[in-house]
């Protein structure tokens, strides 16, 4: 299996634009996890979902962010309009609950973007 | 979710053993112990995890306390391609609101040296 597929990998882009990044889970994964890691607040968890539906989305910053998951292999982050402050690394994590689980999450390469 | 506290850093030299140790003290009977590792720019990694019996995989083990209450991870022959940000996480893994959460902390920056 490619592993969770993010992209782009970076993408710069200036204040008041729209930004999409884009993430495949492993297939057959039924979680799917949004997170967004600084230097100052760390790693935090923005969003997830189970089966394609959030579960919990109390991690999102505000309303310009929002994030879809239209069928089990693809899922959106879009910021709307960005701000220099939403510059970060963004990682897309899946898990499943399927066989034997563990409670892995297994982490995409992560999509870094600058807002300039 | 249970909170942790870690160190925030620590040295060790290659070869030898890396114990990294984690306070969970408000830990919940159903919460898992949980290790990740993130190397630099790269996606976290999943290490081990455990609920209260000791854990051994092929990167690393487990040792839990008796009450819990607190754990260290271990690396049994630390190489230089090992010096990364390690998590300690508690988390439910089934059942509960949380389930299917991971909450990440500051984590402790391991450095091995030559």
């Known amino acids: 299996d490619a592993g969770v597929i993010q992209s782009p990998r970076h993408e710069v882009t200036e204040m008041g634009q729209e930004v999409t990044l884009r993430c495949k889970p492993i297939?057959?994964?039924?979680?799917l996890f949004w997170y967004r890691q600084t230097m100052m607040r760390g790693l935090e968890l923005l969003i997830y979902?189970?089966?394609?539906?959030?579960?919990?989305d109390s991690g999102m910053p505000e309303d310009r962010f929002s994030a879809k998951m239209p069928n089990a292999s693809f899922s959106t982050l879009k910021i709307q309009p960005s701000e220099p402050r939403d510059s970060a690394v963004y990682f897309c994590a899946s898990s499943s609950t399927g066989g034997a689980y563990t409670g892995e999450l297994f982490f995409g390469e992560g999509s870094r973007l600058t807002v300039l | 979710d249970a909170k942790t506290t870690q160190p925030p850093s620590m040295d060790c030299a290659e070869g030898r053993a890396a114990n990294l140790p984690c306070n969970h003290s408000t830990i919940s009977g159903n919460e898992y112990v949980y290790w990740y590792r993130q190397i630099h720019s790269q996606g976290p990694q999943y290490i081990i995890h455990g609920l209260k019996n000791n854990e051994t995989n092929e990167m690393a083990s487990l040792i839990i306390t008796e009450d819990r209450k607190s754990s260290t991870l271990i690396l049994p022959h630390a190489t230089l391609r090992d010096t990364a940000v390690y998590y300690c996480?508690?988390?439910?893994?089934?059942?509960?609101?949380?389930?299917?959460?991971?909450?990440f902390g500051q984590g402790t920056i391991l450095t091995v040296h030559p």
């Open positions: 996480i508690v988390r439910v893994v089934a059942g509960g609101t949380s389930y299917g959460k991971l909450t």
């Open positions: 297939s057959g994964h039924d979680y």
């Open positions: 979902f189970n089966n394609n539906v959030p579960i919990d």
